[in-house]
């Protein structure tokens, strides 16, 4: 099984999951990870390359998918666009270029940990989340778990992992900072604006994304 790994820190919690999860004896499965930027991944899941992944939303419509996703119900500091005259998209997305259209937000977009790190550093930006639910009022899904086959896993995936918040050992909290040049505590802090379950909001959240969609 090869499952598509996308490394943002929006995602340590389910990839510390996903580790024990597969250790675990009652779950032994063979897991190969194929790494990349959400536009990467995309792409390699729609030509089966990886058996299943966080999809964006964009692309995650026509493919079947577990109420899991990565959801922000207001803002989500790591999806901004830094104002500008000049709009810029960021090659590493797929939705959130998408999402500035629809929004009509002019300049760079900005997406996962370096755009974490420009706001950290307390330079101007747009938080496009918190944008889409002060016109909307409804959370923005930025991807959903999307699979080709085995369709019980993930649906145990999902159940298991939205059980309980994850716990994320120190260690890995500091090779996340070590990587990211994000600090321990500020990751920590990011990570409560991260939402996981596509409940009835979010559906609706997405559903209205749909339709704002230029055809």
């Not at 598509?4 to 919690?13: R, S, V």
């Not at 390359?49 to 790591?78: C, M, P, Q």
């Not at 900005?110 to 009022?137: F, N, R, V």
């Not at 996340?176 to 990011?190: C, M, S």
């Amino acid at each position: 099984m090869v499952f598509g790994k996308i490394e943002y820190l929006n995602l340590l919690p389910f990839h510390v999951f996903m580790k024990r999860f597969t250790k675990s004896s009652r779950h032994n499965m063979s897991m190969r990870y194929n790494k990349g930027v959400p536009s990467k991944i995309n792409s390699k899941f729609t030509s089966r390359r990886v058996d299943a992944a966080f999809i964006s939303s964009i692309s995650a419509k026509n493919y079947k998918h577990v109420n899991l996703g990565i959801i922000a119900k207001r803002e989500v500091l790591s999806v901004l666009v830094i104002p500008n005259e000049e709009d810029t998209t960021d090659k590493e997305s797929a939705t959130s270029n998408v999402l500035a259209k629809i929004l009509k937000v002019q300049g760079e977009v900005l997406i996962g940990d370096k755009a974490l790190k420009y706001y950290l550093e307390g330079k101007p930006y747009i938080d496009l989340a918190q944008e889409w639910h002060e016109k909307y009022k409804r959370p923005f899904v930025f991807a959903l778990l999307c699979y080709h086959k085995d369709k019980d896993i993930y649906n145990k995936i999902q159940k298991l992992f939205l059980k309980q918040p994850v716990k994320i050992p120190q260690y890995i909290l500091q090779e996340a900072a070590q990587r990211t040049g994000v600090k321990e505590n500020d990751i920590l802090k990011y990570l409560k604006y991260i939402s996981y379950t596509l409940d009835k909001k979010a559906q609706l959240g997405l559903k209205k994304f749909y339709t704002q969609i230029p055809h």
